[in-house]
């Protein structure tokens, strides 16, 4: 069955102020009841402090937890970090450092959140206030859980956050396939970056994949997979500038599961971004991802 996290305070009140809202992860919900796809439910707790700090600084991850993130930070992230806010920043990080033990135990797990690799050591950015992909990582090399982690970066903007956290280790390699004009405008050095221009559509963009994701896991040779599967690069995002259809998203997702099932290598999802003024549907883009890579991990689960 599905292995599925997800917490109620995912969802977090909106900021008045901002354009961000956490809503579609209580719709990512609604999608799966709309699907009827049976699962089993997980509830993350949140990240102990000591692991946050491990990848940012203690003084910003003061800040967070005091809801009290300084204004040129709070425009960095792109909305205000109140107390609902701060609770899910710790949640989202323990949700993928939870569906990551639950992939070493199953094959695959989704975290239905996470994914912000924008969050730097002392700042959040682009929506993101801590890099819970960074994180996770960094927890699951400390703890024994994992000796070389591969993050697949496949979010229509770049990872830069978590390529200038992760930068210099040998353990963790960091993969981007990103639209080369989109945000961020200036890009960080992740271990392998593939930016593609503007109105790339599904038989460029899965050629691209197949081109550099496979003889990359090669010669990493990772025991676990983190898969940063944003919706974004879609032709309907509000903040893309790809042009995938949603069979060319489908496709994609098989084949990063199909070459991690090839390998026997676990690999752990996390939302990432999808952005839309219908955001159920953006939801259900999110959902057809993860059944998606459950489908073609049970596939390669059947083959085997």
Not at 124 to 141: K, P, Q, S, T
Request: hydrophobic letters at 45%; a neutral charge; one cysteine or more.
């Amino acid at each position: 069955m599905l292995q599925l996290v997800h917490h109620p305070y995912y969802v977090s009140p909106a900021s008045p102020d901002s354009a961000f809202t956490f809503d579609k992860y209580a719709l990512v919900m609604t999608a799966l009841a709309e699907s009827g796809a049976a699962y089993t439910l997980h509830r993350p707790d949140p990240m102990p402090h000591r692991w946050v700090e491990a990848v940012h600084d203690p003084a910003y991850v003061a800040e967070v937890a005091a809801a009290d993130v300084p204004p040129q930070k709070t425009r960095r992230i792109g909305f205000a970090v109140t107390d609902r806010v701060a609770r899910r920043a710790f949640l989202a990080p323990g949700g993928t450092w939870l569906a990551a033990r639950l992939a070493l135990k199953h094959g695959y797990a989704a975290n239905c959140a996470g994914g912000s690799h924008h969050a730097l050591a002392d700042t959040g950015a682009g929506y993101c206030v801590f890099n819970d992909l960074a994180i996770a990582a960094h927890r699951l090399i400390a703890e024994g859980d994992a000796t070389r982690v591969m993050i697949v970066d496949l979010d229509v903007h770049q990872g830069d956050g978590t390529a200038t956290l992760m930068a210099g280790r040998t353990d963790v390699f960091t993969f981007s396939i990103h639209a080369v004009r989109n945000f961020p405008s200036r890009k960080a050095r992740s271990s392998l970056d593939c930016g593609l221009p503007d109105a790339t559509g599904d038989e460029a963009y899965l050629a691209a994949l197949a081109a550099h994701l496979p003889s990359a896991i090669d010669a990493f040779a990772p025991d676990l997979i983190l898969y940063q599967a944003g919706v974004d690069p879609h032709r309907d995002d509000k903040l893309g500038r790809l042009a995938l259809t949603d069979e060319g998203l489908a496709r994609r997702d098989r084949f990063v599961m199909r070459e991690a099932r090839a390998r026997a290598i676990p690999l752990a999802s996390v939302l990432g971004g999808g952005y839309g003024d219908d955001r159920l549907e953006v939801a259900r883009r999110h959902v057809r991802s993860i059944l998606g890579l459950d489908g073609a991990f049970r596939e390669g689960r059947a083959a085997a």
